[in-house]
C-alpha cells in the first residue's frame, strides 16, 4: 500500500512529497542504467566467457566461427535495437493501466535480467544453451529499458509544478550518467581488489550481482508511490485512451510531432550524448592506445565534473526555453567536435599525433582486390589481402591512403616498400616499418596515464578531463532538457506511448550504434578522425529541422 499522498500539481517551490517522486523515479533509473551498462563496459570478459570459449580437449573454439559471427552480432545490437519495441509495448501499457505500475514491471524485468547473468554458467559449462539465455536477456534489458525511460520521465513531469518542469525532470536527466558512473565505479574496484586474471574468472560476475541489492532498493521505494495525479485525474474522469498506439501513430497529427521529435531534437540528442561518453571512451582505449584504467579514470571525473549541468541547463530550459539550449548544443557540438578529439589526441598521446602528421602510409593494390571494409558490428571476416592490410593499418590506429595500381598488394610507408604477407591479426614487417617510422608502441611512455584515481594534476591528464569534460557539457546542454519537451510535446492519454519511441529511435539506434559504426568509418577511411562525421553530420540535421519545424513547449499545460 502506498504511503505517499498524490501531490497536485501547482506554482510554487519543491514539496517534500515532490522530492520524494524525484528521488524514487531517478534512482531506479540510475539502477536501470547501471544494469544496462555492465553489459557493454564488460563486453570483451563476456565474449570470451560466452562466445570465444576453447574445448580444453580439441584446444579449438567451441563455436566454428559462423556461429560465433551470429552470437557476436545478436548480443551487440539486441539491447539497442530492441528498446523501441520496449517503448511501444510498456508506452501502451503506461497509457493504459498507469505510469507507476509499468515502471515497476520495467525495472524488475531490468534487475532480475541482470542478476541471471551473474549467475549464468559460460559455454564451457552449459555449451551453446550459454549464449542463447545470454541473448535473451540482453533483449529482455533492452525491452525493460525502451519502458522505464519514458514512465520515469513522464511521471517526475506530471508532479511538476508549472515553469518547473525542466528542472524537476532534469534529475531524471543525470541518471544515464550517474548509472554509467557507477558501473565504472564497480568494476574499477572490483577489478583493483581481485587483480584482472580473477576479475577476467569470475570476478566480472560481481557487479551483475550486486544489481540485485540495487534491485530491492529500488522496488521498495517505488511500491510506496502514489499514482500520477494528472494520469489518475484523467481516468477517474474516463477520457483515458482505450488504443494509444492506434491514437500516436496512425493519426497523422500526432505521427507528425513524433517525426519532428526524432530528427528535430532527439537524434541529434542523441549522437551528441554518445560521442561525448561513449565514443570518447571507445576514441581513448581503441584509437589512443589510452589503457582501460586510465579511459575510464578520465571519463569518470569528467562525468564527476559535468553531471551537475544537466540541473543547470533543465532549470534553464524553464527560463529560455527547451529548444534553443538542446539545438545550440547540438550546433557547437558539430562544429567543434573535430578540434576538441584533436587536442584528446594531442594530449593522451601526442607521438600518435605526430606520426599521423608525418608518417606517410599507402596501401597499394588493385581496385578489384579491394572491397569495402564498412564493419559496424566487427562480425565480418576479410580475406582479400588489400582489405586485411587496410583492416591491420586501421587496428594499429595508423593513417592510411589506398592506391590503386597494379595487381598485386603492398604496403609503402614514406617511399619505401614494407614486405606484407596476407596476415589477419598480426604483420612484423609493416608494425616494424610504422613504428620505425614514428607510430609509437603500446604503452608507450608519451601515452597518458594515471597510476591512481587522484593521479589528476598532471598537466596532460588534467587537459584531457578538461577536454573530456566539455563533451559533457554538450551532453547536458542536449539532454538536460529533452524530458521535459517531449512530455510537452504529447496529451496525457498518449504521452508515454508517443514520448518514448523517439526517444529509444534517436538514442537506442542513431546514438547506440554511434561508437562502432564511427569506427567502422575509421577503418574504411584509413583517418583516425572520420568517424566523428557520424555525429557531425545528424547533429547538424538536428540544428537544422528543429530550428525550423520543432514547437517551443516550457509554457504548455500538460494536464490536458
Known sequence: MSTMAATPTRAGGMTKDERFVILASSLGTVFEWYDFYLFGSL?????????????????????????????????????????????????????????????????????????IVGILPNAATIGIAAPIILIGLRLLQGLALGGEYGGAATYVAEH???????????????????????????????????????????????????????????VWIRLRLNESPVFQK????????????????????????????????????????????????????????????????????????????????GALSDKIGRKPIILAGCLIAALTFFPIFKMITSNANPALEKAIETVKVEVVADAKACGDLFNP?????????????????????????????????????????????????????????????????????????????????????AAVIGLLFILVIFVTMVYGPIAAMLVELFPTKIRYTSMSLPYHIGNGWFGGLLPATSFAIVASTGDIYAGLWYPIIFASITAVVGFFFLPETKDVDITK
Not at 48 to 53: E, N, R, S, T, Y
Not at 101 to 106: C, G, H, I, K, Q
Not at 394 to 417: H, I, L, M, P, W
Not at 422 to 445: M, R
Open 43 to 115: 563486453a570483451s570478459v563476456i565474449g570470451a566467457q560466452f562466445f570465444g570459449v576453447i574445448d580444453p580437449a580439441t584446444n579449438q573454439p567451441m563455436f566454428n566461427q559462423a556461429t560465433r559471427d551470429i552470437f557476436a552480432l545478436l548480443a551487440f545490437a539486441a539491447g539497442f535495437i530492441v528498446r523501441p519495441f520496449g517503448a511501444i509495448v510498456f508506452g501502451r501499457v503506461g497509457d493504459i493501466v498507469g505510469r507507476k505500475y509499468t515502471f515497476l514491471v520495467t525495472i524488475l524485468i531490468m534487475g532480475l535480467s541482470t542478476f
Open 160 to 218: 511538476a509544478p508549472m515553469g518547473k518542469r525542466g528542472y524537476y525532470t532534469s534529475f531524471i536527466q543525470t541518471t544515464a550518467t550517474l548509472g554509467l558512473f557507477l558501473s565504472l565505479l564497480v568494476i574499477l574496484f572490483t577489478r583493483t581488489a581481485l587483480g584482472e586474471p580473477d576479475f577476467a574468472a569470475w570476478g566480472w560476475r560481481i557487479p551483475f550481482l550486486v544489481s540485485v541489492v540495487l534491485l530491492g532498493i529500488s
Open 234 to 313: 484523467m481516468k477517474d474522469e474516463g477520457k483515458s485512451s482505450k488504443a494509444p498506439l492506434t491514437e500516436a501513430f496512425a493519426n497523422w497529427s500526432n505521427a507528425k510531432i513524433v517525426i519532428i521529435a526524432l530528427i528535430g531534437g532527439v537524434m541529434g540528442q542523441g549522437v551528441v550524448w554518445y560521442t561525448g561518453q561513449f565514443y570518447a571512451l571507445f576514441f581513448m582505449q581503441s584509437i589512443l592506445k589510452v589503457d582501460g584504467y586510465t579511459a575510464n579514470l578520465l571519463i569518470a571525473w569528467s562525468l564527476l565534473f559535468g553531471t551537475g549541468f544537466f540541473i543547470v541547463f
Open 377 to 461: 558490428v566487427g562480425t565480418r571476416v576479410f580475406t582479400a589481402p588489400c582489405d586485411t592490410a587496410r583492416a591491420y593499418l586501421a587496428q594499429q590506429s595508423v593513417k592510411y591512403t589506398t592506391r590503386y595500381e597494379g595487381t598485386g598488394v603492398k604496403v609503402v610507408v614514406n617511399g619505401k616498400d614494407v614486405a606484407y604477407t596476407d596476415a589477419k591479426t598480426s604483420n612484423p614487417a609493416v608494425l616494424a616499418a610504422v613504428q620505425g617510422a614514428g607510430y609509437p608502441k603500446a604503452g608507450d611512455a608519451q601515452i597518458v596515464k594515471m597510476a591512481h584515481p587522484f593521479d589528476i594534476f598532471k598537466p596532460r591528464v
